[in-house]
């Protein structure tokens, strides 16, 4: 399909609360969307770069920026890209994931929906419905996070995380095990706040029969959850580390993870993301959907990502609610702790105009 203009839009998307990571707190998302026109259908991309670069190097600015001058120029050169030749064009430019990612998740809607086909079908589903789980903040206090669990579980979600950091992890574990029960579907969330030094300390997470710690030390620390692996028995699940399927397959052959994340954003696309899960089930390594506080048009992706066979663990496949009063699509709503996998063409659902119009702050066209 023939590209006609990509359009550049940010939004500005106030949280419903601060959310609070080990790297900083959240209270408004400043999002960049891509839209690219084409002869036969239009397709949305979200790209999940922060406002900083303190979950990874990227940040919303700079994607805009490698977009406008590098990556679309290269991709409407090609003229009518299939989506699948998308990661190809793009790869002499370095890096630059999760700008990729959201060029190509449009290309890809756009030629989904002018075959008609949805992305769950693109990708693999095997469920019409995907269980999910939370993401849960770092609070001020332990009875505050016991309320907001509790919360999270009344409104049916299935999993818990805790994000944790040094100074806010055995007592906050201990509390919500211990309210809680053992059945509930428990895990953490370090985005690198530890170092090796750390291992006594996190072994004593041990006792609390967690699904997994996620990403415990720095993301280029491949040889350093391998030790961590070796001092602590709760199940290591990479985030950050992985970057794509070569990494996955690399971090699982070395012995540093039992488990990944998988985010499409953070590995440059959906189709990457794809071959990630088949590296993973390959090797009999569990995975989940990660997820990077998306509005709607991600959302709907991740579900129907989520909804692939290895998907075996409930991912931060949250409703919209978790982060956002009033979302710029048909809200994502949890029906007995799970959400259902959009069945339309593409992403099956596009933004609606007047709630776009009200958290746009910018559009650029770059026409060809
Ligand atoms: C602002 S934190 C974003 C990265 C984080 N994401 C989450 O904790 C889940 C966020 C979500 O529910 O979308 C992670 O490291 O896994
Ligand atoms: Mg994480």
Known sequence: MKLTDVELRRISMPLVAPFRTSFGTETTRDILLVRVITEEAEGWGECVAMTSPRYSSEYVDAAADVLRRFLVPAVMAAGAPAAHSVAGILAPFK????AKAALEMAVLDAELRAEGRSFGRELGAVRERVPCGVSVGIMDSVPELLEAVGGYLAEGYVRIKLKIEPGWDVEPVRAVRERYGDDLLLQVDANTAY???????LARLDPFDLLLIEQPLDEEDVLGHVELARQIRTPICLDESITSARDAAA??????????????????????????????????VPVWCGGMLETGLGRAANVALAAMPGFTLPGDTSASGRYYASDITEPFVLDGGHLEVPTGPGLGLVPVPDRLAEVTTATERLAA
Do not use: F, S, W
């Not at 170092?195 to 300390?201: F, S």
């Open 95 to 98: 890096g630059h994931h999760m």
């Open 251 to 284: 971090a699982i052959r070395l012995g540093a993870c039992q488990v990944v994340n998988i985010k499409p954003g953070r590995v440059g696309g959906y189709l990457e993301a794809r071959r990630i899960h088949d590296v993973c089930v390959a090797h009999g």
């Open 195 to 201: 170092t090796l030094g750390d291992a006594r300390q």
